[in-house]
């Protein structure tokens, strides 16, 4: 595999990798993610169960996706014991990553907006057309009160997010990140595929979450999530085994695991999943995985 790192020192800054979680549909393949960090669902009723019913009757789908996997995470993470939980942790950052978001509630605002005026708009859908309806909701939920931010740059945005919450530990700005990227299979979407390039398909119901902890002063293990280098700008987060002499293994690249078909924003953190193997246990002191950034 190409290597950008192979001859570029770096410099360390641990950042813990310490939960994961996944929900996706039950038929949808999901090559090297360990199937214990999966919830899997066929219909809201299974994403109720996952989550319960609390707080999410007017929440759009990918918000409700996101949920389940973040609580997932959280939990693996040991930071809450129950789906909803109010840390008041203003040091937690969140960063989400989605190429289409809550596109289906703002077509359904607009169509509405059309036929009938502004009369005709539910009071419930609008605070759901925001564009950071879904990280804003997430830290609603849990209580964290860092940095939130949405990235929504196309298909590699989940690339882009793990790369922000790495410069966010890095800069002292939070000590802890989620990091979630989800998609929502939304039918207005499914006409614009039908004559996209090979390769593109339309979203489906996914989400991919990630804990990541600073922890500079800890000695780390197993496989590290970096960003790599090549001596003149940032790349791609990579993964690495420190003080093995491997060389990185760059995420994005064209042997990464999958294809996870219709998945878009998630990809990215899928594949940080898979390459990093976390199969970790839910416990808090499940604190195997490293982070480092030249």
Not at 22 to 30: E, H, I, T
Not at 129 to 155: C, M, Q, Y
Not at 223 to 245: E, I, N, T, Y
Request: aromatic share 4%.
């Amino acid at each position: 595999m190409r290597s950008l790192l192979s001859s570029v020192p770096m410099a360390i800054e641990h950042n813990w990798l310490i939960g994961a979680g996944v929900s996706a549909p039950l038929d949808m393949a999901l090559p090297a993610i360990p199937e214990q960090l999966v919830a899997r669902h066929s219909d809201d009723a299974g994403l109720a169960a996952n989550i319960g019913r609390r707080g999410i009757r007017f929440k759009d789908r990918a918000t409700r996706l996101a949920l389940v996997s973040a609580r997932r995470a959280m939990e693996a993470a040991g930071l809450v014991a129950s789906g909803y939980s109010d840390l008041d942790d203003r040091r937690c950052a969140i960063v989400v990553a989605s190429r289409f978001g809550n596109v289906d509630t703002v077509l359904r605002c607009a169509a509405q907006l059309r036929a009938g005026g502004a009369a005709s708009l539910s009071p419930m859908d609008l605070p759901n057309a925001s564009a950071n309806v879904i990280p804003s909701t997430l830290a609603i939920w849990f209580g964290l009160r860092g940095p939130n931010l949405l990235v929504a740059g196309g298909r590699d945005c989940g690339l882009q997010a793990l790369k922000t919450s790495l410069v966010l530990l890095d800069s002292h700005q939070a000590d802890r990140v989620l990091v979630c990227g989800v998609e929502a299979g939304q039918p207005e979407l499914e006409p614009l595929f039908l004559s996209a390039a090979a390769g593109e398909t339309a979203p489906v119901d996914v989400s991919a979450a990630l804990v990541l902890e600073r922890a500079a002063d800890v000695p780390g293990a197993g496989w590290a999530l970096a960003r790599a280098r090549d001596g003149r700008a940032p790349s791609a987060p990579a993964v690495v085994r420190p003080g093995s002499g491997q060389p990185p293994l760059m995420l994005g690249q064209s042997d990464a695991p999958g294809p996870y078909h219709g998945a878009h924003g998630a990809s990215g953190v899928l594949e940080a999943i898979a390459r990093t193997r976390c199969d970790l246990e839910t416990s808090a002191s499940a604190r195997g995985l490293a982070g480092v950034l030249p």
